[in-house]
């Protein structure tokens, strides 16, 4: 009687073992890869009604972000600026520019300008932005280098983990309050970073809260 | 497994080169797998709300109300003990004194926590144009079409009263827009404190500066 396995069944199982050894590893590094708001949020960039650059009014003009973003430190919400926010300055400079069409137009009508929102959390997150830059954590920390932005986009993920890496380890980040705004500060070094990092921890009782309700009501 | 391998092979790289890297830049709204209550009937602060006519969350102020407390102290605003703090001290809030004239002098004690306060507010919103010295060339000034900024350290503002003055931030002036709805009452007058230290700095001489800073000066 003939063999009923021919030889190459010998080696069978282990090449179907590899195939699905690749299989599962591959899918399971493209889902860590991809599932996770670092692929799906970073990068967003929607176009906005003005072609509003950071870059020009931060970085080069050296406006502060209160001047625009006024209620930063005293509200839970960082306010984008009413349409006279804006006419302060281009009441006089570029008054009849085509591009700020729309400014003037929500500035004399009342109407909002429609920008497009780009940082977002999900609705059952409460956060507050004035507890955090009152306590030193500095807008680059969630918003990237936005003073070189010509055009916003997400710069970090936001998500939970994201929160997290600093909640639990707050002198990593932590800045000097006065430095909250400076957005090229830069510690001295890594080691300047916890020392000071703890001593206003300490000095300030920062405890940023861990639990669940901390943040989700 | 030849061709498994190859398909497999060929399969990565056609899903890489469409679903691309972390962080390329899409103008696309990022993709919610799981929405699980991401997104809730709930009034977020300038959010849209299809209810009201003009579709958004924030009310504008009624005609015909006065607004009752400031910022988010909800609990002493609805408080029965509540006191208008209009009523306890009026020129705080509009300028002017008892007889209606714009008021010499402050409504608050100036200390210097209060000055600090005028620096960190002024060289914020005021600093853009009239300059961080007050001269009027902030960094508007270069700019086509910014030819009225005025420098405050002109004879006129100088005898202006400080209500006067006051006024000025929270209302505008000509082409200069109102502050009101930006700085607090108390942080208006801080600014208007400040804003006299300038006009003050402006004329000093040599002979003003107190002696412990004159070295550091190098006078």
């Known amino acids: 009687m003939a063999n009923i396995f021919p ?5 069978a199982p282990l090449k179907v073992a590899a195939c699905l050894l690749l299989f599962v590893g591959t899918v399971v590094l493209g889902i860590t890869y ?3 708001p670092k692929w799906t949020e970073v990068g967003f960039q929607p176009i906005q009604p003005v072609a509003f650059s950071h870059a020009l009014h931060v970085d080069q003009l050296g406006l502060d972000c209160r001047y625009c973003h006024t209620y930063v430190d005293r509200s839970e919400h960082s306010n984008v600026p009413a349409a006279s926010t ?5 009441s006089m400079v570029l008054s009849s520019d085509d591009r700020l069409a729309p ?26 932005h004035s507890v955090h830059v009152n306590r030193g954590v500095s807008c ?5 280098q936005i003073n070189e932005m010509e055009e916003v986009y997400q710069a970090k993920s936001l998500s939970m983990a994201f929160c997290l890496e600093c909640h639990r380890n707050p002198e990593n980040f932590i800045r000097p309050p006065d430095e909250v705004y400076n957005l090229d500060w830069q510690p001295e070094s890594a080691a300047a970073q916890i020392e000071q990092g703890e001593k206003f921890v300490h000095d300030w009782k920062v405890m940023p809260p861990q639990s669940c309700s901390g943040c989700h009501r | 497994m030849r061709y498994f391998i190859g398909i497999w092979i060929f399969l990565i790289i056609a899903v890489v080169s469409l679903l691309g890297f972390r962080g390329s830049k899409s103008k696309d709204q990022p993709l919610y797998v799981f929405p699980d209550m991401d997104w809730q009937a709930k009034y977020l602060p300038q959010g849209e709300n299809k209810f009201f006519a003009d579709g958004r969350n924030d009310r504008p102020m009624v005609p015909g109300t006065a607004g009752r407390g400031y910022g988010n102290q909800l609990a002493s605003v609805f408080s029965a003990d509540y006191t208008d703090p209009v009523s306890e001290n009026p020129p705080l809030y509009s300028g002017k004194d008892d007889e209606g004239e714009w008021m010499r002098g402050f409504p608050v004690e100036v200390n210097d926590e209060f000055m600090l306060l005028g620096q960190q507010k002024y060289d914020i919103f005021c600093a853009v144009c009239h300059g961080a ?5 902030g960094v508007v000034k270069q700019y086509e079409g910014a030819t009225l900024i005025a420098s405050l350290l002109q004879e006129r503002l100088m005898a202006m009263p ?28 801080a600014v208007v404190a400040y804003v006299r230290a300038l006009q003050l700095a402006s004329s000093a001489s040599v002979d003003d500066v107190p002696e ?8």
């Open chain 1, 7 to 11: 030889k190459w069944t010998n080696i």
């Open chain 1, 34 to 36: 991809y599932a996770t």
């Open chain 1, 86 to 90: 804006c006419m302060n300055c281009h």
């Open chain 1, 103 to 128: 400014v003037r137009e929500s500035y004399e009508s009342g109407e909002p300008v429609p920008w497009v929102r780009i940082h977002n959390t999900p609705d059952y997150v409460y956060f507050n």
């Open chain 1, 140 to 144: 680059v920390e969630c918003h990237g």
């Open chain 2, 133 to 137: 010295s007050g001269d009027g060339n």
């Open chain 2, 162 to 189: 400080e209500g006067e003055i006051f006024n000025t931030i929270t209302h505008g002036k000509l082409n200069m827009g109102a502050y009101g709805m930006k700085l607090r009452p108390d942080e208006r007058w």
């Open chain 2, 212 to 219: 412990q800073f004159k070295s550091e000066l190098g006078l």
